[in-house]
């Protein structure tokens, strides 16, 4: 009875044993941390949490993501290799902003890097004073106080300037060259966001020297997108001038389906319009300043400090036209104006 006792457990510690190299065998051909035996999985040194904030949906941002993670890259740094990432998404409400910025705080995330405009900076920098900011701009942050200067920020926040405010009035120009009979522009206002006066006010100085009459429409839904462009079939303006921002761009299929209903030639600045059925953009190349967020959050996480991080100035810029919309829309480009662009969609 012993040995048939002492053959059985034999047996069954040979089995386990055997069942033990098998999976040896699996973990060494498909690996991965998740696999490692407890022992080794404890002497792994933790990965650093970057916290990304944004105000639209990640379908908005697909192309300026991938950019971020182009960045990250460069610097070092792969998600889930060696640093980790924790998204939030407002999906275009505002008001979820300052809650979603504090969720970041609380993870204790070792920076936040963001996209999306004014309202989520000014939500991250209201959240911490000590977790490093890495964000993008679309006017100099000098003027609305978040840092101290461009070469020396000076606090906890840093990113790049894609200088979209400071080109409204080639934008107005470029528009005029491809539409010169224009006289009356429609210029669309988001209330929520606290740089479109400063837009406004550009162009409407650059519109008074080439003279065209400006009318601006307040909209800040989808709603009243198409409020707006109800009330154009009685009253159609001459051209539409659409600024930067984040919400506008999220309806940018909005956007293109009216304008071409309407027959309203209109300008964007960014090439996601033009890409999505718009006429025409002229921008900073936001992917590439997404690019440098990337870069300089990974400069971070290595040990440098926001504060002497520069603002970066994108200097990258292009003009994008979708030839094919002009068509349906009755216009004929300027060769001149096809020979400065960056890329015309057929």
């Given amino acids: 009875m012993f040995f048939k006792q002492y053959a059985a457990a034999k047996l069954f510690g040979q089995q386990m044993q055997f069942d033990w190299l098998r999976r040896r ?12 035996p407890i022992e080794a999985r404890a002497q792994q040194p933790a990965m650093p949490v970057v916290g990304f ?121 470029l528009l005029h060259e491809l539409v010169p009979q224009a006289t009356r522009l429609v210029v669309l206002v988001n209330p929520a ?4 006066q400063t837009t406004l006010k550009d162009m409407e100085a650059a519109a008074r020297a080439i003279g065209i009459h400006i009318q601006s429409v307040p909209v800040g839904t989808g709603a009243e997108i198409d409020m707006a462009f109800a009330g154009f079939a009685s009253e159609r303006p001459d051209a539409l001038f659409v600024p930067v921002d984040p919400f506008f761009n999220s309806r940018r299929v909005q956007f293109a389906q009216w304008t071409a209903h309407h027959r309203i030639p209109a300008v964007y600045a960014a090439r ?32 440098a400090k926001p504060a002497e991080l520069p603002v970066v100035q994108s200097t990258k810029l292009e003009l994008v036209i979708n030839r094919q919309t002009a068509k349906i829309l009755g216009l004929e480009v300027p060769p001149t104006l096809l020979a400065h662009a960056d890329e015309v969609i057929e």
């Fill in 193 to 196: 966001n606290p740089t479109s």
């Fill in 25 to 36: 065998e699996f973990i060494t051909l498909f690996g991965g941390a998740a696999a490692w």
């Fill in 53 to 173: 904030l944004e105000s639209r949906r990640l379908d908005a941002v697909v192309d300026r993501l991938r950019g971020f993670h182009r960045g990250l890259k460069d610097a070092g740094f792969v998600e889930g290799d060696n640093v980790a990432i924790v998204y939030r998404w407002a999906e275009n409400q505002i008001d979820r902003l300052p809650e979603l910025a504090n969720e970041l705080v609380r993870r204790r995330v070792a920076v936040i890097a963001m996209g999306g405009g004014l309202p989520v900076v000014l939500a991250a920098t209201a959240a911490t004073k000590t977790i490093p900011i890495v964000a993008t701009f679309a006017e100099d942050p000098t003027k609305i106080g978040i840092v101290a200067s461009l070469a020396r920020p000076g606090g906890n926040v840093t990113g790049v300037n894609f200088l979209t405010a400071e080109l409204v009035t080639k934008q107005l120009q």
């Fill in 272 to 303: 996601e319009f033009p890409e999505a059925g718009g006429l025409m953009s002229y921008g900073s190349d936001i992917a590439n300043a997404y690019h440098q967020v990337g870069v300089y959050t990974g400069r971070i996480l290595k040990g």
